[in-house]
């Protein structure tokens, strides 16, 4: 997979921002504050199957922003398709319904965004009825294609962070096949923040100590109550990972030392925004030439090789990074197994 100097020869992971909009208003997230709209098309992707054929992808993550907001997503799930390359899409669901025909004709595996039960869901989500559309888009698709693996992911932050236990059973009732959690991101310049959030916004999402505390009392329940389901990997973490997000919260607060977690995910997975940006976790230098991936063909293999060969590490102790928040899964494993 690497050369001596950590040059980047296969690349099995790709996640790609087809669109850069987003059809919620999420407290943790300014994605929906962007008015000008981006999208990756089909004559932009082409010219570059070559190279992802070079690299030896296997698997496309497509994320955003809403994919499901992409003017002829199938256009590039067809292209992909050819290869061979199996297909993720990561989405809030609220138009999943309306798109039921051709997630279920394109995609390998579905993620959905669940916040909590529905009226947690609903208020972090900021638009109404958004746990009555997902539910909608997920007994649709059930309908039409039964086998298909529909994962929950759960970003804990302020809002939710005593409801673990209770989005577990969320889960169940909207017959999801895992839930994983994950720490909500205050304080990188992912999800359309620039320069940052000031740390009075990053307060109104991160936890204090005392909910910390609290949140180390939810962790435990769920571990006490949901064995079984944690056993069989309905719930994707193990203890120690789900103890984990409460230590991601007191290094932000300078109540523990940041811990690196163990991750591949520069050698393995890199990110196309929709303006044709690549990033690859661990990138300290923050590369990010606009557009760049698909100027001309070959462009983008070059761009990832040089970019990945400087990648050194994570970019902050603790926290979800690059990959992280395109998916969670995807940063630290290989495509897994349906």
């Not at 809030?92 to 051709?102: K, P, S, Y």
């Not at 409801?163 to 994950?182: D, G, P």
Request: charged fraction near 25%; proline fraction near 6%.
């Amino acid at each position: 997979m690497t050369e001596p100097g950590h040059r980047i020869t296969e690349l099995p992971i790709l996640v790609l921002f087809p669109h850069n909009r987003c059809n919620c208003r999420c407290v943790m997230c300014d994605i929906w504050r962007i008015r000008q709209v981006r999208e990756i098309t089909d004559v932009d992707l082409e010219p570059h199957v070559a190279s992802m054929r070079a690299l030896n992808v296997k698997w496309i993550v497509f994320s955003g922003g809403e994919p499901l907001m992409h003017s002829d997503l199938p256009s590039l799930c067809r292209l992909l398709r050819r290869e061979g390359i199996r297909l993720t899409l990561l989405t809030a669901g609220l138009t999943l319904e309306t798109h039921t025909a051709a997630v279920a004709e394109w995609m390998d595996e579905v993620i959905v965004s669940l916040d909590g039960p529905s009226e947690t869901h609903d208020h972090i989500r900021s638009v109404p009825h958004a746990f009555m559309r997902l539910e909608r888009g997920i007994q649709a698709l059930r309908r039409l294609r039964p086998e298909l693996p529909i994962r929950g992911r759960c970003t804990i932050q302020k809002k939710n962070f005593s409801l673990l236990c209770e989005t577990v059973r969320t889960a169940h009732e909207l017959h999801l096949n895992s839930i994983s959690f994950l720490a909500a991101d205050v304080s990188s310049d992912a999800f359309n923040r620039p320069e940052g959030w000031p740390a009075e916004r990053q307060k109104g999402i991160a936890l204090n100590e005392a909910e910390v505390d609290a949140l180390d009392h939810e962790v435990e329940s769920l571990l006490r109550d949901y064995s079984e389901d944690i056993e069989s990997g309905f719930v994707v973490e193990n203890a120690d990972k789900l103890r984990r997000i409460s230590r991601h919260f007191r290094t932000q607060l300078g109540r523990a030392d940041g811990v690196s977690p163990r991750c591949n995910a520069p050698w393995v997975s890199a990110v196309v925004e929709s303006d044709g940006a690549v990033l690859v976790a661990g990138n300290r230098e923050s590369d990010r030439v606009r557009s760049v991936a698909f100027r001309k063909p070959g462009a983008f293999a070059a761009r990832i090789t040089k970019i990945a060969g400087r990648a050194a590490g994570c970019v902050a102790p603790d926290a979800p990074g690059i990959l992280g928040r395109a998916g969670h899964r995807v940063a630290n494993a290989g495509p897994p197994v349906a």
